[in-house]
């Protein structure tokens, strides 16, 4: 699976060198061929150039005879075995299944990922389908422009994939495009645009079908007549208002969590417009927090008090960031999370995409290191944290609202007597040039990923119950590749630095356990 993380993009783009580089090659050859075969037929153009002047002459010349016997006896046969033994096509065939079996290609199941991934963006960002297809994220040109034909594939696949709601925009981009290109006003274009008035007539997108129907009837009103009754039918539709078709049945069902309150929150906290209020970021410091690895303070900066949440700046180097990723790269797999339903295990699921791997602490100085520098700032016992997971996350990546301790109810694995997650730490080992941030929709709290720094917070209140005010997210990588390392930290051991509460202190976080 590539389109989770951006390392499996990266072995997608060397796919693509090595195939472009092979095309380029049957294309030297065929081009080399044909300037071959093109300076025979020159040379006879030009003897026949000089024929036509005077025929007769021509042809009683004996020299001029012969010659023109000779080419039709044996060249003309040269000719045809040169074309016939061209090995140019069979070789490139061939080298091309060499690939298919030795290159990564991606699957059926990257390509609706990458698609679902663009709508996730389109959605949690409220980014506008012109920009997009442009190349625009928030106003920022990273990217390259999509074609008409790009935009409208996408539109086939989100289609196929019954995302309605989606289609319509990426294929009235699609149509923008075409009819900006010099072939758009072509028979054929005008042809393709009266199928796609037919998709939107089944979808029930009566105005963008009416946009189309005038657009070509604009171009070629003539011709498209028969397009006159259709346009009546669609302005009929209009004004009654009719709500068949597709898009219509699809309204989000209720109980669906992506329509929630919360879930809209959350996009909310991601994209910027949900923030703490103005009286809780005055109680916040940064303060300089004295190391005990002996090295210079690290600037501490608290964010929420609350549950208890804060950021430390500058805690691991650029230097051992780069070598835990570089330790991760070949090791990392689609991430999975606990199945709750049938079965137990893990599982992939499309409400978490990035790539994930896990490594014991006493593999090596750096890991060794990251494990000191939490429990050196928490002060908590790390002999029972859990593995340290490396995590990769690609374009569209994300990880939806989640809680990271377990439930009342979690049946730990045998033999796992390290209780609950009391806290988790994440430590970014990347800067992310847009989105990607981790969200917390009820603090409502939104963490820049900085490289080198470590987020900390508690997951449990003092009485050992889950503090439900902590549910957080992976907010959607808009651009650039997002790598943290997850810690996570259990309730063995650590009672001299978190007693615990006699009282259940929880009743000021259950409002936020089923919030709707
Ligand atoms: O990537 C993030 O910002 C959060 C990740 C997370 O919550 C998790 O892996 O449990
Ligand atoms: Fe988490």
Redesign the pocket.
């Known amino acids: 699976e590539f389109f989770s993380s951006t390392s499996g993009l990266e072995k997608l783009f060397k796919t693509e060198i090595l195939l472009l580089e092979e095309l380029q090659n049957y294309v030297n050859e065929i081009n080399q061929h044909a300037l071959a075969l093109q300076s025979e037929i020159d040379a006879i153009r030009m003897e026949h150039l000089s024929a036509a002047e005077n025929i007769d002459d021509y042809l009683n010349n004996p020299v001029n005879a012969f010659r023109l016997i000779k080419r039709l006896h044996s060249d003309w046969e040269t000719f045809e075995s040169s074309v016939s033994t061209d090995t140019s096509r069979e070789n490139f065939i061939e080298n091309m299944v060499g690939h298919k079996a030795n290159l990564s290609f991606p699957s059926q199941d990257d390509f609706v990922g990458s698609a679902i991934a663009l709508t996730r963006l389109q959605q949690t960002y409220q980014l506008d389908v012109a920009e997009l297809a442009s190349g625009i994220l928030n106003g920022v040109k990273y990217g390259t422009a999509m074609s008409w034909q790009d935009c409208f594939v996408l539109g086939q696949h989100l289609y196929a994939l019954r995302d309605f709601n989606h289609t319509v925009p990426w294929l009235q981009q699609s149509m923008q495009l075409l009819g900006e290109q010099s072939y758009g006003q072509e028979s054929a274009s005008l042809d393709f645009m009266e199928a796609v008035v037919d998709y939107h007539r089944e979808m029930g997108a009566h105005e963008t079908a009416l946009g189309l129907v005038n657009h070509v009837l604009s171009i070629e009103p003539e011709h498209r007549s028969h397009l006159l009754e259709t346009r009546q039918q669609l302005e009929e539709l209009i004004t009654d208002g009719d709500k068949n078709g597709l898009l219509h049945m699809t309204a989000r069902r209720p109980g669906d969590y992506h329509a929630s309150r919360e879930f809209k929150m959350y996009e909310q906290v991601c994209r910027g417009d949900l923030n703490p209020s103005p009286a809780k970021l005055r109680e916040l410091r940064c303060r300089f927090r004295r190391s005990r690895l002996g090295y210079a303070p690290f600037k501490l900066e608290e964010l929420s008090h609350e549950p208890l949440v804060f950021q430390v700046h500058q805690v691991v180097s650029s230097k051992s960031a780069e070598f835990i990723k570089k330790m991760a790269r070949p090791k990392i797999k689609r991430s999975t999370v606990y199945s709750i339903g049938g079965g137990g295990g893990s599982q992939a699921a499309a409400f978490r995409t990035s790539q994930g791997a896990s490594f014991n602490y006493s593999r090596n100085a750096a890991t060794k290191i990251l494990s000191r520098h939490v429990g050196d700032l928490s002060s908590l016992d790390m002999n029972f944290a859990e593995e340290l997971q490396v ?1 990769n996350y690609g374009i569209g990546g994300h ?1 939806e609202p ?1 809680w ?1 301790s377990f439930p009342e109810n979690h049946i730990y694995d045998e033999g796992d007597d390290r209780g609950n997650r009391i806290a988790t730490g ?1 430590y970014y080992l990347s800067d992310v040039e847009a989105g990607g941030g ?1 969200a917390f929709p009820f603090l409502p709290l939104l963490v820049t990923p900085e490289k080198g720094s470590l987020l900390f917070w508690y997951n449990l209140h003092e009485s050992g119950d889950q503090d439900y005010r902590t549910k ?3 907010c959607p990588v808009l651009q650039g590749s ?1 790598w ?1 390392a ?1 810690v996570w930290i259990r309730e063995r051991n650590q009672h001299n630095v978190r007693p615990c509460g006699l009282q259940r202190n929880h009743e000021i976080s259950v409002p936020f356990r089923d919030f709707d």
Do not use: P, R
């Open positions: 995590a990880y989640h990271d994440i981790t957080h997210a992976a997002k943290i997850n």
